[in-house]
């Protein structure tokens, strides 16, 4: 809690000309510049009854800011926090699954504080159900041409060669597939910066008639979209939670003449079943409801229909694909598996076939953090890290490596002594596998032939596993050249 320049937790004076109170929780006085003959700042004034008569309240909108009490009302007009009107392609929960409120218990306790036997019976019910999947997955770690300079640019830190090698490993993945080509729409979920966009544009060349959709529900800073500038790709950024977008309803999209491309790198937990259920269910399935003729039927006699449709069955007529299908691909890092949630989960048919419901996916949601967040203990450090991360999802400065955002109640150190660290990553890897094959399920019901495949090196990232999707009437990524 904040005290002012008086607490006797106080030590030195505020720089001169800036504000004299003492925030605790930063363990330093306030910045912020202070007007000819003040103590305090604005947002600090009211701290100080002395110096200013007027009260400060905190924004009923949002609490992180204070108003003067007198100018409320007019604040609120004005406030970056009000409620704006919401776009178009804004429904709410529109992506997000049914909510079954008898499913869930009203409390679960953290793992640490199940007792041994009962740590045990989950980790059976685990094992039992992943009995016949195959933990190991093959290996596509690939790069692309574009991004070779980027890569060996001496100026590079560790971080940002990171970076580019996923992001490489991703591009190369889209191209195998043969989803890098012109006259379709990229939807980069979780967006960030834009920088994976950003290298599929110049892997793209002067491909013709591209769009970019950045969906990011965070104003974001430094931005690499806006830089683009070409004639032939154009980039729209949607600052909307994945929960409430609907892609019909975007004017490029809504005549449906772009195949689209639904993008990510390490689209965070909740939010790679949100992007999932926004393109196969809310998206293709507009499609099939407004029972539209098939865009490779008005395009059929068009010299460039390969370049739209490269992955068709061959030796039907013209090339064109049996069935067109809205959704051309998927190509999605995974990515911390502990912040998943029952209700969104595309999986639940899948759990449920297996005999698990809520309650297991909750622990093995929460378990799952043990494939990567390794042995090391929870400090007052870790918990600010937690913090900064939980704010910022997608920043590209962070990676989400260590399971997490450090969660107490489930660190290694304060569960009983059944397993070995090794036995716990394994548990943790068959908790994040399960999760992802109810995801290969609900695509393969949807008309997709899905597959896991790791993309990078564990060195690179822990979080090293890509989900690719093509149509059923396409080749399957196991086999394509």
Request: charged share 30%; aromatic share 6%.
């Amino acid at each position: 809690m904040a005290t002012s320049a008086t607490s006797p937790h106080a030590t030195g004076f505020p720089a001169e000309g800036r504000c004299g109170y003492y925030v605790e929780k930063k363990k330093r006085f306030c910045r912020m510049v202070v007007a000819a003959g003040k103590r305090f700042c604005g947002e600090h004034a009211g701290a100080a009854e002395e110096e200013d008569a007027r009260k400060r309240i905190l924004c009923p909108l949002d609490p992180k800011h204070t108003v003067y009490e007198d100018q409320l009302a007019k604040h609120l007009k004005k406030c970056n926090s009000r409620e704006k009107p919401k776009p178009d392609f804004y429904i709410q929960d529109i992506n997000a699954g049914l909510k079954d409120e008898t499913e869930i218990p009203e409390q679960l306790v953290p793992i640490s504080s199940l007792s041994e036997e009962q740590l045990e019976k989950l980790i059976k019910k685990l094992r039992k159900a992943s009995e016949g999947l195959d933990s190991t997955l093959k290996d596509h770690i690939m790069s692309h041409p574009a991004l070779h300079s980027a890569l060996n640019d001496p100026k590079n830190g560790d971080s940002a060669t990171k970076h580019l090698k996923q992001q490489a490993s991703i591009v190369g993945n889209i191209e195998k597939l043969k989803l890098l080509g012109p006259r379709r729409c990229f939807v980069e979920f979780g967006a960030g910066k834009g920088r994976l966009s950003h290298w599929v544009d110049i892997a793209l060349k002067d491909a013709e008639k591209v769009h970019f959709i950045l969906v990011e529900k965070v104003t974001t800073r430094f931005k690499v979209d806006g830089k683009h500038r070409k004639k032939n790709s154009v980039f729209e950024r949607l600052q909307i939670d994945i929960q409430h977008l609907c892609l019909n309803k975007i004017p490029v999209l809504r005549e449906g003449k772009l195949p689209v491309v639904g993008i990510g790198k390490h689209l965070c937990g909740v939010a790679t079943d949100l992007a999932l259920r926004c393109l196969v269910e809310t998206y293709a399935a507009s499609f099939e409801e407004r029972n539209e003729e098939p865009l490779a039927k008005r395009i059929k006699n068009d010299k460039t229909e390969k370049e739209i449709y490269p992955l068709t069955k061959e030796g039907s007529e013209k090339n064109v694909p049996e069935k067109w299908n809205p959704v051309a691909g998927i190509v999605i890092a995974l990515c911390c598996h502990h912040r998943c949630d029952w209700r969104h989960y595309v999986g639940k048919e899948y759990f449920r076939a297996l005999g698990l419901g809520a309650v297991e996916f909750h622990y093995f949601q929460r378990m799952s953090s043990w494939a990567t967040c390794g042995m090391r203990k929870t400090s007052l450090e870790d918990s600010n890290i937690t913090t900064k991360r939980q704010d910022n999802q997608n920043d590209d400065s962070e990676e989400h490596d260590d399971g997490g955002y450090r969660i107490t109640d489930d660190g290694a150190d304060n569960l009983p002594g059944l397993l070995s660290i090794e036995e716990k990553k394994k548990t943790g890897h068959l908790c994040k596998l399960l999760i992802d094959q109810g995801r290969i399920q609900y695509l393969q019901q949807k008309g997709f032939s899905p597959a896991l495949q790791y993309y990078t090196d564990p060195l690179v990232s822990l979080e090293n596993v890509l989900l690719t999707a093509l149509p059923d009437h396409s080749s399957s990524p196991e086999t394509t050249a």
